[in-house]
């Protein structure tokens, strides 16, 4: 299938994608990866009458510890983050995580600022840092902005970012000694959107968990911070009594779409149970 025929622009630096981003208005679409924006365009879901390539603009590259912050430029890709040592040693979620999307060929072209500005909530990236706790960083022709990451979806598709903004980087806290973490994600086969995906960043003392965050991924029209499952685990110890608590606050907050990968309830039993997986695996790490 091939696309509509639009214009292609393709800037050196963030203020010139911002003047062209003005001008052009809502018939622009920022180009990144390409890997959901052209697939929308060849199904005509998208028909932007132009493309803003932003693929040569260095200054949203690059990973790097900032301000006690890990900064992650949004046109880092997933074989980036996946590389990263800095991540490897102070936020190692992300890489591993990085390796459940899609496939290597996908993962070489598509970067973490398309995987969240898509508002996609089968998208894995949106979950995970909502569980990171990640601040996302806007960039508008009046200056920048910060999101937070679980204020930042609004819909299916619909995103706290303006017409005319870019998200340029993501904030992240690198992780203390000693925090668990883990990513699970129910796929029907490699390189597949997840059927439901749970991200799970805790610490424990003296068997207790102190602190936890959940996400979870496609199993609402958004990606979700399930607060009340956070609450049903905090000063608990993580037992099969525990456990069950956050499995019926997560089935709760679920409302999936029903689709190839599954019905209502199966899609929620199947979240509860990676947020089960996910915080056996995040607690066995803690230490
Ligand atoms: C076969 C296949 C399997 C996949 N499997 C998975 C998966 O398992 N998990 C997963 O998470 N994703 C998956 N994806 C999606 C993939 O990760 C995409 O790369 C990602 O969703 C979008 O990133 P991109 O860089 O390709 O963005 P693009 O497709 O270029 O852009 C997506 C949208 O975001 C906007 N945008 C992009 N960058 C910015 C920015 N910096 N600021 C503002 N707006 C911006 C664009 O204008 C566009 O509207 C898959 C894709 C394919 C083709």
């Known amino acids: 299938m091939i696309p509509p025929s639009f214009a292609y622009h393709a800037p050196r630096s963030i203020g010139e994608a911002l003047t062209l981003l003005t001008e052009l208005g809502d018939d622009a679409k920022l180009l990144a990866g390409g890997h959901s924006l052209l697939p929308m365009m ?3 879901f998208a028909q932007p009458g132009t493309l803003i390539d932003i693929n040569r603009i260095p200054e949203l590259r690059g990973i790097r510890e ?13 074989s980036d983050l996946i590389a990263s040592k800095l991540l490897q040693e102070r936020l190692p979620l992300l890489p591993e995580a990085a390796l459940l999307i899609a496939d290597p060929q996908v993962r070489n072209r598509g970067t973490i600022g398309g995987d969240i ?5 089968g998208n894995d990236h949106p979950a995970i840092a909502m569980a990171l706790d990640a601040t996302f960083v806007l960039q508008g022709p009046k200056g920048e902005r910060q999101v937070k990451a679980v204020d930042f979806f609004h819909g299916t598709y619909m ?5 005319n903004e870019i998200l340029t980087a993501i904030l992240v806290a690198p992780f203390q000694a000693g925090t668990g973490y883990a990513y699970q994600k129910l796929k029907r086969k490699t390189g597949d959107w997840a059927t439901a995906g749970a991200a799970v960043v805790l610490r424990m003392a003296g ?47 679920c409302e999936p779409a029903e689709d190839l990968r599954g019905d209502i309830e199966y899609k929620t039993a199947m979240a509860s149970e990676m947020v089960k997986r996910a915080i056996r695996a995040a607690a066995a790490r803690c230490h």
Not at 66 to 78: K, Q, T, Y
Not at 159 to 163: G, P, R, S, W
Request: charged residues 20%.
């Open 66 to 78: 900032e301000g006690g912050l890990i900064r992650i430029g949004a046109m880092s890709s997933e």
């Open 207 to 253: 068997g207790l968990v102190t602190q936890v965050s959940i996400g979870l991924t496609n199993v609402a029209p958004t990606a979700l911070r399930a607060r009340d499952a956070e609450a049903a685990l905090l000063g608990k110890a993580v037992n099969d009594t525990t456990l069950n608590a956050v499995a019926q606050a997560v089935r709760a907050v």
């Open 42 to 44: 060849k199904l005509r």
């Open 117 to 121: 500005a898509h508002g996609d909530p």
């Open 159 to 163: 995103t706290a970012l303006a017409e």
